[in-house]
């Protein structure tokens, strides 16, 4: 029924689909272009004239605005019918898993490459967030390892990695 809710949602309103699937960022672009176009096509009216400017406008405002509905539309019901939670959530674990077994070996080039498709599908993980510092730090990037430790910190909500993260970037100082 919420997949229904959300799918409808979405077609009235750009967005709110996304809203619903807690995909907050997206939700808030598509909303974001949706509003520009139809901006658009209020100036545009305003402008209108035989064949100048407005009219343009309007035509350009028009194809964006179908163009937003259809990726928002399109996208909310490959959120809601199509895309596989479960599968999801054992990819981003399988590439986890192998990201510390590469770093755990050494093979910390392997290491980053899985830990930054994990940090891609799952960009909210602290733990994972973790892992990627500790591999940007064994690289010698220690700028990004920082950066990374830090946006670790500011996700983590359960404090897991706090004290482990707070000394090994004072550590790095």
Known sequence: MVKVFSLLLSVIAPGTGHLIRRQ???ASGLMLAFVAALDGIIIARWLVTDEGFGAS???WSLIALAAVWLVAVGHTF???FIFNEERHRRRVEMLFTEGQQDYLRGDHEAALAAFRESVRL??????????????YRALGHRRRARRTLRKCLDIDT???WNWEVENILKAMK
Request: glycine share 4%.
């Open 122 to 135: 799952e960009p909210e993980d602290p733990d994972v967030r973790f892992y990627l510092g500790l591999a």
């Open 24 to 26: 907050y960022l997206r």
């Open 57 to 59: 406008l309007m035509t």
């Open 78 to 80: 490959y959120l809601c």
């Open 158 to 160: 359960k404090h897991k």
